[in-house]
């Protein structure tokens, strides 16, 4: 059979490719919309932690300068020197003012104040004081405006701990808080990640499935085009790059544009112009990862092309290794590979050097931006106009507020390897078959298997046709034998009568029905087919016989295997039925392999038996087996037969000679030895070659 040579490459898709991915993503978009509440409630709680420590900062840790309350007793935070205070004095009676003031490093504690005088105690503690009326080793005299003179108490370890016991609590209070806010972001991040993990293998279950199905239902002149590496790249590597986008990258978009806004605002809030200081380089930044996108793109389209050849070029010589080794051509062979691993190498390195770049560029843009920030910030807090947990807050926010942006542009890195992949698999799954089966076929209720060929002609490309103008009848029951040269168009035949292939020109009928007209699964079903080379798939000897049709229980298994003469080999190996067979059978014989075939034909009854060269290359011992098999295979059934070994098909009825892609002859044996044409002038080559 003519094949097209197999270098057509899937790298072409031209929809939406979102909108495709869409369809995948709607039946759990319940899910992802969860994702999306948890992302917010995460988000928010990054925003909490930095706010959390300020207020730790300014109100507790700094706040040893807030003015204290004279209370009653029933209102007091503290009891010191038997004076009730209290820091809160919203809606309390308050009777005096209490002050700390700190002056060479050392706390000094002033008591029962007028609210001015406690007033200038802040303002000249926070310029810093100056000047003091007199100082002594436990004491210190500041004058007010009126000249009155206040003293102030040095304050011991002891005392502070008395006097700071409610910043303690506050300080403890914002510790609880800040310990839930961690766990309370620890407990939606990991169920976030669960969900969307959960969610992301669905859908990669989901599509592989699809895409495995489709490629089940393609024709065989896609696998004729189409190296098995290339699709093997689409149902595995390209379908695993997805497997990450919908896992993490779509959520996780959302959740870094949702923090990068969350940080610009509350920033803009808290202080607009320490907030357009870090705003100043955005624009670069956006510049950067726009440019970044558009470069990896492109090379990762690159890329996947590149795997999807390296892997066509292993999956093809591996299958071929034996043949490598018989002609010692492993040497040529590796330099064939080094030559596309190199390829592959140097597309490779392009998309790191893009990464190297891209990474440390964003990270000293960001250092500089912080830098910008503390210094300015640092110039507000001395002037009194910011306060220092408002600068760590912005420090914490510049460090996460461009740790998402740079994120954003790797994921959209790993968006475009996804989106290439996906062009890809879309294009394999929008591949149709060319073999289109009416919307209401007709139906039999049996096939009893009349076979008509009516003025067919077929090619498999263009014009070069493999049969011209062929015409003949098969009756039910009837044995058939095609023969003649390679080329001349006989496992053609075969092909079209399973309609594997469609004709171009003429009509093909089964029982009088244009198989055109009958359903593509009833017509497969129907026949059975014998091939020279016997596939076996990794397995157990009774899965390769019924092929996973589990209505197809183990006795028909054992009866089908003792009709066609394997059963004599299957009960020697050491688990009969359920010996574990290698893939493509190569623990088993040549032999072996041709009896299960038939065993796997017979199981399934069908009305016509399709033999291609199904007795070529067998060792006279085992021939007689199959000979046997075939006697049992071909009662009752229309057979038809493509043999070279003309000695096998002697007692055809019919035997049709083949010349390229024309009948030439027909007839029985003998008929067809008198007429001495073709048929007799192989009969003659072949027995002298016997002889």
């Known amino acids: 059979m003519a094949k097209i040579e197999k270098e057509k490459v899937i790298i072409s898709y031209s929809g939406s490719v979102f909108k495709r991915l869409f369809g995948y993503i709607k039946p759990y978009?319940?899910?992802?919309?969860?994702?999306?509440?948890?992302?917010?409630?995460?988000?928010?709680?990054?925003?909490?932690?930095?706010?959390?420590?300020?207020?730790?900062?300014?109100?507790?840790?700094?706040?040893?300068?807030?003015?204290?309350?004279?209370?009653?007793?029933a209102e007091a935070d503290l009891s010191y020197k038997?004076?009730?205070?209290?820091?809160?004095?919203?809606?309390?009676?308050?009777?005096?003012?209490?002050?700390?003031?700190i002056y060479h490093d050392s706390y000094y504690y002033f008591e029962k104040l007028d609210i001015q005088q406690a007033k200038l105690l802040v303002e000249i503690n926070d310029a810093g004081i100056e000047k003091v009326a007199s100082e002594a080793d436990s004491t210190i005299v500041i004058s007010d405006e009126n000249g009155n003179l206040l003293q102030g108490q040095l304050l011991l370890k002891e005392d502070l701990k008395v006097l700071r016991s409610y910043d303690f609590k506050g300080i403890l209070m914002i510790g609880l808080i800040y310990l839930l806010v961690v766990a309370l972001n620890a407990l939606f991040d990991s169920a976030n990640s669960y969900n969307l993990l959960i969610t992301g293998q669905n859908i990669i279950y989901d599509m592989r499935n699809e895409l495995f199905e489709h490629v089940h239902g393609l024709s065989l002149r896609f696998f004729d085009?189409?190296?098995?590496?290339?699709?093997?790249?689409?149902?595995?590597?390209?379908?695993?790059?997805?497997?990450?986008?919908?896992s993490h990258i779509l959520v996780n978009l959302i959740r870094n544009m949702v923090m990068i806004?969350?940080?610009?605002?509350?920033?803009?809030?808290?202080?607009?112009?320490?907030?357009?200081?870090?705003?100043?380089?955005?624009?670069?930044?956006?510049?950067?990862?726009?440019?970044?996108?558009?470069?990896?793109?492109?090379?990762?389209?690159?890329?996947?092309?590149?795997?999807?050849?390296?892997?066509?070029?292993?999956?093809?010589?591996?299958?071929?290794?034996?043949?490598?080794?018989?002609?010692?051509?492993e040497k040529e062979k590796f330099v064939q590979f080094a030559g596309k691993s190199d390829d592959l190498y140097n597309t490779r390195i392009k998309e790191l050097f893009v990464h190297a770049v891209f990474r440390p560029f964003i990270s000293f843009i960001a250092s500089i931006a912080l830098i910008a920030t503390v210094y300015r910030g640092s110039h507000y807090i001395l002037s009194g106009t910011l306060t220092v947990g408002v600068l760590y807050i912005f420090i914490t926010y510049i460090r996460h507020f461009f740790w998402p942006i740079q994120e954003m542009a790797e994921q959209f890195s790993t968006l475009q390897n996804a989106f290439a992949s996906a062009e890809k698999i879309f294009t394999l799954l929008d591949e149709e078959n060319p073999i289109k089966e009416i919307d209401n076929p007709v139906?039999?209720?049996?096939?009893?298997?009349?076979?008509?060929?009516?003025n067919v002609w077929f090619a498999y490309e263009n014009e070069n046709w493999v049969l011209q103008d062929v015409s003949f009848v098969i009756e039910p029951g009837q044995r058939v034998a095609f023969v003649g040269a390679t080329g001349a168009g006989k496992s053609s035949i075969l092909n079209l009568i399973g309609r594997y292939y469609d004709i171009q020109k003429g009509d093909i009928f089964i029982d009088d029905i244009n198989i055109k007209e009958m359903s593509l699964t009833q017509i497969r079903k129907a026949i059975g087919l014998v091939q020279q080379d016997v596939f076996i798939f990794t397995g157990d000897v009774k899965s390769n016989i019924r092929l996973l049709n589990e209505n197809i229980s183990l006795e028909q298994i054992k009866e089908a295997a003792k009709a066609v003469n394997a059963r004599q080999f299957i009960e020697t190996l050491p688990n009969t039925y359920d010996e574990m067979l290698t893939e493509r059978g190569t623990n088993l014989s040549f032999g072996q392999r041709q009896l299960?075939?038939?065993?796997?034909?017979?199981?399934?009854?069908?009305?016509?038996?399709?033999?291609?060269?199904?007795?070529?290359?067998?060792d006279t011992e085992t021939e007689q087996l199959i000979q046997q098999a075939l006697k049992i295979l071909m009662k009752d059934?229309?057979?038809?037969?493509?043999?070279?070994?003309?000695?096998?098909?002697?007692?055809?009825?019919?035997?049709?000679?083949?010349?390229?892609?024309?009948?030439?002859?027909?007839?029985?044996?003998?008929?067809l030895l008198m007429e001495n044409g073709i048929y007799k002038k192989l009969y003659d080559l072949q027995k002298y070659d016997e002889e």
């Open 261 to 329: 806004s969350g940080y610009a605002v509350v920033m803009l809030v808290l202080n607009s112009r320490l907030a357009i200081i870090t705003f100043i380089y955005l624009p670069l930044i956006f510049f950067l990862t726009n440019l970044f996108r558009k470069i990896s793109r492109n090379v990762y389209r690159i890329v996947r092309t590149k795997i999807a050849l390296l892997n066509a070029f292993l999956s093809e010589h591996i299958s071929g290794m034996k043949l490598i080794q018989i002609f010692t051509r």
């Open 225 to 246: 085009t189409h190296a098995v590496g290339q699709i093997d790249t689409r149902i595995t590597n390209d379908v695993e790059a997805l497997n990450r986008m919908f």
């Open 596 to 618: 299960l075939s038939f065993a796997r034909t017979l199981v399934i009854d069908p009305t016509i038996l399709v033999m291609d060269e199904a007795t070529a290359n067998i």
């Open 29 to 73: 978009l319940g899910k992802f919309m969860l994702s999306i509440v948890m992302i917010l409630l995460v988000t928010a709680f990054e925003l909490i932690k930095p706010m959390l420590i300020a207020r730790a900062i300014d109100t507790y840790i700094e706040g040893y300068d807030q003015t204290y309350g004279i209370v009653t007793e």
């Open 82 to 101: 038997g004076l009730f205070l209290s820091k809160n004095l919203k809606e309390k009676e308050v009777s005096g003012y209490c002050q700390i003031v």
């Open 637 to 671: 059934r229309t057979t038809i037969m493509v043999a070279h070994r003309l000695s096998t098909i002697q007692n055809a009825d019919n035997i049709i000679v083949l010349d390229h892609g024309q009948i030439v002859e027909s007839g029985t044996h003998q008929q």
């Open 443 to 454: 139906k039999p209720l049996e096939i009893k298997g009349k076979i008509e060929f009516r």
